[in-house]
């Protein structure tokens, strides 16, 4: 039985910024097992216009604003993830990242409010350009509870992570070596999937797709529980 009360699949409701607009349109797949966890994120419509049809690249990178780098910070990560009760309702959780797009600046802890056994709400901080701190909320549904498998590449061959249940899986690979300190695309790929009439299908995440979850089964090793 997990111990973990996170454990399970979750998908957003909504993100707000500044007790401004609630935002319903960006898909957002979270799999969160005992300790691992993997998360991806649509790529969002407000990246395709400066972007047009290129890849992002570092140097687009630079032009962006905050609030375009946050969803791009955010497209794909996995890593760990721990959390600190204060009683039965709340407390703070932090995602540790081991895969991303981009290093982490800043430790990602948030506070957490439980608004029944399978929702809550994350209220967290982010930074602008200057510095300036901009509240955000975060909605959170958990629509099933595993079990999760969680799968890792061979020692050696690349950087990885596969969580996998009967219906939903989220792969994050890094090929990247040595890791660049901007965002780049060329050889990170994070993909969400659901698996539809007994076949895999891509739901969103980075331009380059990850490996398909059954090549995760044949081609990875299974992490202990």
Partial sequence: MAQNPFYGIWQ??????????KETGQGVLWLQ????????????????QPLGT???????YRRLSWRQRFDVDLLGFAGTFTWSALDDTQGTCTWHHRLAITPRQR?????????????????????????????????????????????????????????????????????RSPQPDLATFHGFAATAWQRQ???????????????????????WQRAEP
């Fill in 197 to 219: 009439q007994d076949h895999w299908q891509p739901q969103f995440g980075t331009p380059q797709p990850s490996l398909e979850p059954d090549q995760v089964l044949s081609q």
């Fill in 107 to 175: 430790p990602d802890t948030s506070h957490y409010t439980w608004l029944s056994p399978h929702e809550f709400l994350e209220q967290g901080v982010c930074e602008d350009e200057v510095g300036m701190p901009h509240s955000f909320v975060e909605h959170w549904q958990r629509i099933g509870t595993g079990p999760l498998q969680v799968w890792h590449p061979a020692a050696g061959t690349g950087q990885g992570v596969g969580l996998v249940a009967a219906d939903w899986a989220v792969v994050v690979e890094d090929g």
């Fill in 33 to 48: 097992a005992e300790t691992s966890f993997a998360d991806v994120r649509q790529w969002p419509p407000r990246l395709l």
């Fill in 54 to 60: 290129e890849l992002l690249t570092p140097e687009h």
């Fill in 12 to 21: 957003r409701q909504f993100i707000q910024f500044d007790s401004g607009v």
